[in-house]
């Protein structure tokens, strides 16, 4: 069976910080970009951040440029997003998604065409609250 499993989300005081992982089965992430999404209640699921499948570039959204760095580590197929100075706006559910292709193999996926990523993790919740 093919997933992707998120994991490493929880409740953290603003300013925080908090590691996301992102674990593939069933396939090797070699050969795939990765990405994170979120989506926050009563609003669409916006991307935060992508990764190239070997793993030189990287692409971030505004909101979390110079707090947030995506990580992948292809010996242990294993994508991260770890996030610093956590701000209560950054409460949301957390995706990873997977893009497979050469396309990607030295870019970024795009953040706003979901279509382009071919599996979606189950989410982890991450909740930013004193």
């Known amino acids: 069976q093919l997933q992707l499993v998120d994991s490493g989300g929880g409740l953290v005081q603003p300013g925080g910080s908090l590691r996301l992982s992102c674990a593939a089965s069933g396939f090797s992430l070699d050969h795939y970009a990765m990405a994170w999404f979120r989506q926050a209640p009563g609003k669409e699921r916006e991307g935060v951040s992508s990764?190239?499948?070997?793993?030189?570039?990287?692409n971030y959204a505004e909101s979390v440029r110079g707090r947030f760095t995506v990580s992948k580590d292809n010996a242990k197929n294993t994508v991260y997003l770890q996030m610093n100075s956590l701000r209560p706006e950054d409460t949301a559910v957390y995706y990873c998604?997977?893009?497979?292709?050469?396309?990607?193999?030295?870019?970024?996926?795009?953040?706003?065409?979901?279509?382009?990523?071919?599996?979606w993790g189950q989410g982890t919740q991450v909740t930013v609250s004193s």
């Open positions: 998604a997977a893009a497979y292709g050469s396309s990607w193999y030295h870019t970024p996926p795009s953040l706003s065409n979901e279509y382009e990523y071919d599996y």
């Open positions: 990764i190239s499948a070997f793993g030189g570039i990287t």
